[in-house]
């Protein structure tokens, strides 16, 4: 049994998004910290880890669709315990919607062959649709299991998991091949260890294209027509004065009622 | 931050010792200083896991086989933590009880010992000073005497890093009558030996969160296999194994330093006196300037100490040259930063008064100033001949 996790990579937790005038959108770190695996991907990669550690998974793939500069987020997926890794990049990839990139993800997935499941976080921190994982699973034919919280069984061709829903909890089970997404209730991610990071700085990572995917004209449905930051908020300080402690409460709460803040 | 030193594997790498400060011991960091502990089987065994605990140490034991720049990279990370004591009970463990260990100890011994160690399943400490003899090492009076097949030790150290929870200390002691360093030997001596005692946790004004012991050795029965090296060698192995404690301790501090310095730059642009932020005034930013230039300057020096320890030079004059350098620096820089925090580098609940604490054990720990002049003046020949009795 085969595991893909598809992961993306993605400013840092600490980076700040910079909307200009023209609505070109920029991302940069205060603490000049890089690029890293979307956080709520972590969640994924540690769980394909744990198939192969303790549901008897042969393989756990790693797939980024990105530039060039994505395959270090490919080696963190490899130095945290990923068997391989592969990156999709092409011209043709660029500017893609959720739709395109499921596209790809989805054509990669077959192409790997004999996936049983497919691994993706809940949503990117910084295109933050959520919407890849339903996508992919519907490119896929697969049933997609949203929000999962633990796998609890695999075996005898289906998967039994429970997700977390805004009001409780849900035992789900479907028949293989599943798309998963998950949520950070799942498990607590590992760091990639020392010797991980020294295996995973040396693989090379192989790099399909459209040509190899059999894709083509992946593009954008969705026309970002505009896009711009929000007003500053404006806010200003009024000093409540009076003669007491008491006078000045009681004005203040008057002030409260006043401005229905309470 | 990419560097002629650094490339993409340590890049991250270093990424991953931040991440597991920031948050494996950063939010923990005021209840261990509270508790005058902190755990240290808890935090090595997490730290073992990653294999972080013996990069410089041959694979065979566990240890990653690779060069001091990962161990740089690793004092570089632990050395901003927001406290100096749990850096410095992983310090002990990675560069200041274990190298002679890993250098000299038998095939069964580090097996025994020094495996475990870079696992995290064991606790190490360095036990030299005593309560009579601290920068005079050849002054120590703890003995180890033979009996049968065995060393009976009977004394007392104090200053002990980890001393309320190590599992073995790496041990000098006097092994014969000669005078001055001749007669000592260094052991591994397990702390559940019959006869070993943790007399008390010392209350300490910085370092909190370190655990620092005075022990006291009651006939303490321990193997000759315990010994590292051979009889009468043990001064000479802890000369060698204290240039690596200094180099850690000098490459930890510059991080720490630069760490405070940028925080007294962020507070200084926020926080405005005269209508102006405090960063505005030219006697603020020149002295911040200066003080950022004294780092890097320092931190060269301690690349080059690295350099030369990886070539396997003798490092002794370089090493107490960065050493010295560290701490007088640490002090100054301790001292300017919470100058410029007002009276919020004089409160607990900000980190500058922590930093000022913590930062002024560096010129006394490990070798004070004044021994790392001498050791320098000894190689610079400046030294006063000896006058004839
Ligand atoms: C400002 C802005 C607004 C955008 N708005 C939209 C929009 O409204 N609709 C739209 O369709 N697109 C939108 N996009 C594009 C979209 O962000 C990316 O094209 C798409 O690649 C990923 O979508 P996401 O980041 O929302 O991922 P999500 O769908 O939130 O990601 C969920 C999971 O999918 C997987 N995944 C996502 N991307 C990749 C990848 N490249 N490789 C491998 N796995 C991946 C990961 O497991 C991830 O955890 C926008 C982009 C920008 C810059
Ligand atoms: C927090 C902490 C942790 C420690 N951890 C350990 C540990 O894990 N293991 C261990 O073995 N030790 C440890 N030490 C001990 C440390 O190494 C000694 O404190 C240090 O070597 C100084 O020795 P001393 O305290 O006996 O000072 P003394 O030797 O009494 O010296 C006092 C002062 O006199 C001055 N001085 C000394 N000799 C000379 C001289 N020849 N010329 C001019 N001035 C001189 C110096 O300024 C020195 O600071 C630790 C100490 C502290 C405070």
Redesign the interface.
Known sequence: MKVVVCTKQTPSTTADLTVRPDGSVSWDDPG???NVVNPWDEYSIEEGIRLKENHGASDVIALTMGGDESQ?AL??AL?MGCTEAILLSDAAFAGADTLGTAKVLAAAINKVGDVQIAIFGKSAIDGDTGQTAVQTARKLGWTPLTFVSAITAVGNGQITVERLLDDGKETVTAPLPVVISTVKEINEPR?????G??K??RATIPVWGAGDLGVDGVGSKVDWSKVYALPAREGSVEIIDGDSVQQKAAKLVAKLFEEKVI | ?SSIYFN??H???R??VR??VETEINPHVEEWEAAGIFPAHQLFKKMG????LG?TYPEEYGG?G?DYW?QTILMEEIGKADAAGPPLGIAVQTDMATPALAENGSDTLKREYLAPAIAGDLVAAIAISEPGAGSDVAGIKTWARRDGGDYLINGSKMWITNGTQADFLCLLARTSDERGFRGMSLFVVPTQAAGFSVSRKLDKLGHRSSDTAILAFDDVRVPEANRIGPEGMGFILQMRQFQRERLAGTLMGVSGMEKMIRRTITYCRERETFGQPLIDNQYIHFRIAELLTEVEALRQLAYHCVRLYIAGEDVTKEVSMAKLKGGRLSREVADTCLQFHGGMGYVEEYPMARYFRDSRLMSVGGGADEIMLGIIAKYEDILPRRKKA
């Open positions: 000049g910290k890089p270090e080696k963190t130095a760091y990639p260890s020392f010797m990071i020294r995973a700085s | 931050m993409a594997e890049e991250a790498f990424q991953m991440k597991f896991n990653l294999g972080l990069l990653g690779v990962y």
